[in-house]
């Protein structure tokens, strides 16, 4: 099995910054793929941010060119780098690894809230 543990969010003003982490233990070898979601509230969760095994990585339209997403494979982590923060992104985010052998891990998600 695959455990996320994600950290790095709270309150921060519109134009700020934040970094997330998302921190996989156990099976980690299997995971092929992992996954930014987020969700506000009354509203459906949506994709943000995924990177592949190979470093391959897709955005959403609504995050292009202020979010970045990296791993480091050494501390089986991977990174959300938030920046020029709106509003609308406030939302509490998860991630989400993808595995060859488990079925899919979800972490216990962090708040991140924008202030205007």
């Known amino acids: 099995q695959v455990q996320l543990v994600e950290s790095g969010g709270g309150l921060v003003q519109a134009g700020g910054s934040l970094r997330l982490s998302c921190a996989a233990s156990?099976?980690?070898?299997?995971?092929?793929?992992i996954v930014w979601h987020r969700q506000a509230p009354g509203k459906e969760r949506e994709l943000v941010a995924a990177?592949?095994?190979?470093?391959?990585?897709n955005y959403a339209d609504s995050v292009k060119g202020r979010f970045t997403i990296s791993r480091d494979n050494a501390k089986n982590t991977v990174y959300l780098q938030m920046n020029s923060l709106k509003p609308e992104d406030t939302a509490v985010y998860y991630c989400?690894?993808?595995?060859?052998?488990?079925?899919?891990?979800w972490g216990q998600g962090t708040q991140v809230t924008v202030s205007s």
């Open positions: 989400n690894a993808r595995s060859i052998r488990f079925p899919d891990s």
């Open positions: 156990g099976s980690t070898f299997s995971i092929y793929l």
């Open positions: 990177i592949n095994s190979g470093g391959s990585t």
